[in-house]
C-alpha cells in the first residue's frame, strides 16, 4: 500500500508519497507516481491500495466538474465507485498484488475560503470512523482559534496523516530524534525523515515524493530516490 503523508497548514497542504511498486511476491517490480494532481481544482489526491484502484480512482475523480469543495463532497462517492468497479473487474477474472478489501483514497487542497483541507476515505473502521465516509485529516495538536485568526501565516506545518506506520517507527524516529506530530520548522526534511522510518515495512521504496498544494497551485517534486 502506497506509504502516505499529509502535513496541514492553514492556507498549504502538503502530500507525500512513494514510488513504489510490489509484485505478488512481495518483491518491487517498478518505480510509479502514485500522487494525482488536479491543480485546476487546487487539489491532490492518491489511491492507497492495488494499483488498479488508483488508476480506477482517477479516472472517476475526472469526472467531477467545479473546485476543491465540489471533489470533497463527490470524493466519497468516487473512492467508493472506483473499489465497486475493481470489484468487478476481479470477479471477471483480473488479478492484483493487494489485498484489494484494503483500500484508502486521501485527498487534499484549498477551499474556496482559503483553508487547506484534507480527508481520507477508507473501506475499513477507523478509530470509530464508519468506513467509506470522509474522514477530516487534523494535526495531533491543531492550531488554536487566537493562532488562525490572528497569526495563520506563522503557524509551522505539523503531520495529519501518516500510514503505513510498521512497529519499529516510533523507535526508529526516537533514535533520528524526529517528533512526528509536532509542529516542524522544515516539512520537506521531516517528511523524507518519516518515510525513510516507513521504509522498514517492505514496501515502501522507489523514492519519496513531496507535492504541496497552495491556493491556485500545485508543485511537486522528488525529494529522494532509493534503490
Known amino acids: 500500500m502506497t506509504a502516505t503523508l499529509v502535513y496541514l497548514q492553514p492556507r498549504s497542504v502538503s502530500l507525500f508519497t512513494d514510488g513504489m511498486m510490489v509484485g505478488p511476491n512481495g518483491a518491487m517490480i517498478a518505480a510509479k507516481q502514485k500522487v494525482q494532481i488536479a491543480a485546476h481544482q487546487s487539489a491532490a489526491f492518491v489511491g492507497r491500495g492495488p494499483d488498479m484502484f488508483g488508476a480506477l480512482l482517477a479516472v472517476a475523480v475526472a469526472q467531477v466538474q467545479g473546485g476543491f469543495d465540489d471533489l470533497l463532497s463527490a470524493f466519497p462517492e468516487q473512492v467508493v465507485g472506483a473499489h465497486r468497479t475493481m470489484m468487478a473487474a476481479l470477479q471477471a477474472g483480473h488479478s492484483v498484488s493487494a489485498d484489494p478489501a484494503v483500500i484508502d483514497g486521501v485527498l487534499v487542497g484549498v477551499d474556496g475560503s482559503g483553508r487547506a483541507r484534507g480527508i481520507c476515505v477508507s473501506s475499513y473502521e477507523d478509530?470509530?470512523?464508519?468506513?467509506?465516509?470522509?474522514?477530516?485529516?487534523?494535526?495531533?495538536?491543531?492550531?488554536?482559534?487566537?493562532?488562525?485568526?490572528?497569526?495563520?501565516?506563522?503557524?509551522?506545518?505539523?503531520?495529519?496523516?501518516?500510514?503505513?506506520?510498521?512497529?519499529?517507527?516510533?523507535?526508529?524516529?526516537?533514535?533520528?530524534?524526529?517528533?512526528?506530530?509536532?509542529?516542524?520548522?522544515?516539512?520537506?526534511?521531516?517528511?523524507?525523515?518519516?518515510?525513510?522510518?516507513?521504509?522498514?515495512?517492505?514496501?515502501?521504496?522507489?523514492?519519496?515524493?513531496?507535492?504541496?498544494?497552495?491556493?491556485?497551485?500545485?508543485?511537486?517534486?522528488?525529494?529522494?530516490?532509493?534503490?
Open 127 to 227: 478509530d470509530g470512523h464508519p468506513p467509506w465516509t470522509a474522514k477530516a485529516l487534523t494535526p495531533a495538536l491543531p492550531p488554536s482559534a487566537a493562532q488562525l485568526r490572528f497569526t495563520p501565516d506563522d503557524i509551522q506545518p505539523a503531520l495529519a496523516f501518516a500510514s503505513p506506520w510498521p512497529a519499529s517507527m516510533d523507535f526508529d524516529l526516537a533514535v533520528s530524534g524526529v517528533k512526528p506530530w509536532e509542529p516542524c520548522l522544515d516539512v520537506r526534511e521531516h517528511g523524507r525523515r518519516i518515510m525513510r522510518a516507513q521504509r522498514s515495512s517492505g514496501t515502501v521504496g522507489g523514492f519519496c515524493q513531496m507535492t504541496t498544494v497552495t491556493a491556485g497551485v500545485v508543485v511537486t517534486e522528488i525529494v529522494e530516490r532509493w534503490q
